[in-house]
């Protein structure tokens, strides 16, 4: 079933994003009976799909309600269509994923980690000139961009209305060789500054907290509006979520956008690897202290304890790394214990005998 779509349409499915790495991924079967599509947007029982000349809505099947959080498809994602193009005949491998861990809150329920943006070439880290500004948040935002391959840019927003914007530009030094963008999201003569990302077929994926501006931007680099905006409470300087869903929006200019709702606290997949990467400098120093089960706090020798008093290493950074590389450690384990216990439950399974599967079946009735 086709859907109306208000916004550009694309000459050809290379405009949507599609290149070499999804079409090598076709069998020749495949090349001449099925349609490659990209995901939209996501609903709970559907996707918004669009394949180059035609947006649709396409069911969620009982496979896919039923699939693992990270295998499930998700905004941005390739899939491949029946030749009718009503069903996913299946999910093309991603070029770049951004994953977050989910935590079940009910008895139960078990840590997983799901893909909440697929295939993103560009992601926008935006930020903003009063209190919501945050280091260490910038921070995480970066390691997710490193873990997944993605070039970040950091968007400060609100400039206009700060007594000193430059101050802001400082703090994101937290990070070096990541291009800055000082802004009012609200000019509309801003589109040139973002003219080396916003370039045909690239997507660009916009992460931040509620109120900074993400969905200002966005109609701002599009020309008109496209996301709802909400004024920001005074009383403490956070937003209202006015984006309730992650979408691709597909600018004039031909780049695709993907706005996501306003996140201020959430677990994402960092991986121990990029960590250490983001993070290389302390890593470097715990190896000289002087005791190797240094815990950092009071030990003498400490090598971390003397940068931070010297000035080398701010308490700020060093706590925020311990912070991501505990929740990293945490959902490891708690993935590694359930891949085991399913493992276990599997083997149990497989070992049952006639008699066993006999009981189970009377027990059953």
């Known amino acids: 079933m086709s859907e109306q779509s208000t916004q550009r349409q ?16 076709l069998t020749p079967q495949e090349q001449r009976e099925n349609c490659p599509a990209r995901v939209m947007a996501v609903h709970r029982d559907a996707l918004v799909v669009h394949d180059g000349s035609d947006v649709r809505r396409v069911h969620l099947g009982r496979h896919w309600t039923k699939t693992a959080g990270q295998d499930k498809p998700t ?8 030749p009718a193009r009503e069903w996913i005949s299946r999910l093309l ?20 980690e799901q893909a909440i943006a697929a295939n993103i070439d560009i992601l926008f880290v ?9 280091e260490s948040r910038l921070e995480r935002y970066l390691t997710v961009a490193q873990n997944a391959d993605i070039e970040p840019v950091i968007i400060i927003s609100k400039c206009d209305l700060a007594d000193a914007p430059d101050t802001y530009l400082a703090r994101t030094k937290v990070v070096t060789e990541v291009p800055v963008v000082l802004v009012n999201a609200l000019d509309p003569t801003i589109a040139p500054s973002f003219e080396p990302w916003l370039l045909s077929g690239q997507t660009i ?36 979520h006015t984006t309730t869903h992650r979408s691709i929006h597909l600018l004039d200019n031909g780049a695709l956008m993907l706005d996501t709702p306003g996140i201020r606290e959430i677990t994402f997949a960092f991986g121990q690897e990029t960590l250490s990467d983001m993070f290389e400098d302390i890593e470097a120093l715990i190896p000289q202290c002087k005791f190797s089960n240094c815990t950092h706090e009071s030990e003498p020798g400490c090598a971390i304890k003397g940068a931070i008093e010297t000035g080398g290493l701010e308490l700020r950074r060093f706590e925020n790394y311990q912070k991501m590389s505990e929740e990293e450690s945490h959902n490891t384990q708690n993935m590694d214990e359930q891949r085991i216990e399913k493992r276990r439950f599997k083997n149990r ?14 027990k059953r009735i």
């Open 205 to 240: 994926a916009m992460v931040g907290s509620s109120g900074v501006g993400k969905s200002t931007l966005l109609n701002t680099l599009a020309g008109h509006d496209i996301q709802e905006t909400a004024d920001i409470r005074e009383v403490d300087q956070r937003g209202r």
């Open 10 to 25: 694309p000459a050809s499915i290379e405009d949507l994003g599609w290149r070499t790495f999804f079409s090598t991924q």
């Open 75 to 82: 905004t941005g994602d390739w899939l491949l269509l029946d």
């Open 349 to 362: 399974k497989a070992g049952a005998g006639p008699r066993d599967a006999k009981k189970k079946r009377k």
């Open 93 to 112: 491998t991603r070029e770049t994923v951004i994953k977050r861990v989910s935590a079940g809150v009910n008895a139960g329920q078990q840590t997983q």
């Open 126 to 134: 935006v930020t903003s000139c009063n209190n919501e500004f945050n």
